[in-house]
C-alpha cells in the first residue's frame, strides 16, 4: 500500500521561508512524478509544482515561480518544496500528491494516484 505524507507547515510571517517534505512509501512504489498543490480556504484545490522522477522535470505555477523550489531525494522517496519570500496570499493547505505513470499533464490533480492529508501553511501580512 502506498502512502504519502507530509510535513513541514506552519505559521510564518510575510517574507519568510519554510520548506515542505514529502515522504511516498510502500516498498516497490516507485512514482513517475510527484507534485504540489494547495487549497485556500473557500477556493479551489489548484496546483503548485511537480517534479518528474526519473529526468527530474520541473513544472512550476506562475504564481510561485522564482519563489518556490521543488527537489527530490530518490534514494528516500521524498519531495521538497522550499518556499521562500512567502506571501500572505500563499496561505493554504499544501497537499502533497504521487502519479504512478505519464498521464501528459503534470498540472492535473486527475495525473495523481496518491495523495497526503495536507499540511497547513499560514502566512501573516
Request: some cysteine; proline content about 1%; overall charge positive.
Amino acid at each position: 500500500q502506498v502512502q504519502v505524507v507530509e510535513s513541514g507547515g506552519g505559521l510564518v510571517q510575510a517574507g519568510a521561508s519554510l520548506r515542505l517534505s514529502c515522504a511516498a512509501s510502500g516498498r516497490t512504489f516507485r512514482p513517475y512524478a510527484m507534485g504540489w498543490f494547495r487549497q485556500a480556504s473557500g477556493k479551489e484545490r489548484e496546483f503548485v509544482a511537480a517534479i518528474t522522477w526519473s529526468a527530474g522535470v520541473i513544472y512550476y505555477a506562475d504564481s510561485v515561480k522564482g519563489r518556490f523550489t521543488i527537489s527530490r531525494d530518490n534514494a528516500k522517496k521524498t519531495v521538497y518544496l522550499q518556499m521562500d519570500s512567502l506571501k500572505s496570499e500563499d496561505t493554504a493547505v499544501y497537499y502533497c500528491a504521487a502519479g504512478r505513470y505519464y498521464t501528459g499533464s503534470h498540472y492535473s490533480q486527475t495525473s495523481y494516484d496518491y495523495w497526503g492529508q495536507g499540511t497547513q501553511v499560514t502566512v501573516s501580512s
